[in-house]
């Protein structure tokens, strides 16, 4: 059983909708990261959420933090088949062990 | 130049053999991982370090041995390699702090056939 639970595990969508994933836990967490990752490459960080609540926007996505602070939700609007990835999640067990959910994987068609 | 790298890319073993992947980073991050990733796992944390010679135990550290005697190498070592442990493997670097962000490696796809 993984710590961190992602949801939908595959998605497939046009170009121009809109979608969100899901990161969720029974754990809390003191921040928690979304990265993400193209074929043939390492994971690159798209942002951290620390407070509980917060809401960031780096361009056409929107990363919440949840309130209780065990799960984080990651908008796109517009998806662009640029987008297309795959999506994870990531937190600290109080032990700077950084772990990851399953990941989501977008398609986006154009 | 700066960064994260393993090596080799691309390595095929046979059963049994004893097989080790390199990670070498040049920003003296004090934490460093070695993750797995498999189709439907996403990353599995194997060991982690948060200095030179001092180690633990992930997720997933059975069949594996990790080594850190200096700050910027940690490489993974499978002792008797099994075919379970096909999988890309993918080494990460961090500054302490849970908010800090990691910094992976190309990944090393292993078969062991």
């Known amino acids: 059983t993984q710590l961190l639970e992602q949801s939908p595990q595959f998605l497939s969508i046009q170009e121009g909708e809109n979608l969100t994933v899901y990161c969720n836990s029974s754990?809390?967490?003191?921040?928690l990261q979304w990265y993400r990752q193209e074929p043939g490459e390492g994971p690159v960080l798209l942002v951290t959420?620390?407070?509980?609540?917060e809401v960031k926007k780096l361009k056409r996505l929107t990363f919440q933090f949840g309130d209780a602070r065990k799960d984080s939700s990651l908008h796109i609007t517009a998806a662009q088949p640029g987008d297309t990835g795959l999506y994870l999640c990531?937190?600290?067990?109080?032990?700077?062990?950084?772990?990851f959910g399953a990941g989501t994987r977008l398609t986006v068609k154009p | 130049d700066a960064g994260i790298t393993q090596s080799p890319r691309y390595k095929i073993t046979e059963t049994g053999r004893q097989v080790t992947l390199m990670c070498h980073q040049t920003?003296?991050?004090?934490?460093m991982f070695w993750y797995r990733q498999d189709l439907g796992h996403g990353l599995r944390l194997i060991y982690y370090?948060?200095?030179?010679?001092?180690?633990d135990k992930g997720e997933v550290p059975d069949g594996y041995v990790v080594s850190r005697s200096k700050t910027e190498n940690f490489p993974l070592t499978l002792e008797s390699a099994t075919r379970s442990q096909t999988s890309v493997y993918f080494c990460?670097?961090?500054?302490?702090?849970?908010?800090?962000?990691?910094?992976f490696g190309q990944g090393t796809r292993l078969t062991v056939v």
């Open positions: 990460a670097s961090r500054q302490p702090g849970t908010n800090t962000e990691a910094f």
């Open positions: 754990s809390v967490f003191s921040s």
């Open positions: 959420v620390v407070t509980g609540g």
């Open positions: 990531a937190g600290d067990n109080n032990n700077n062990d950084m772990r």
């Open positions: 920003w003296s991050h004090s934490y």
């Open positions: 370090s948060a200095a030179a010679d001092i180690t």
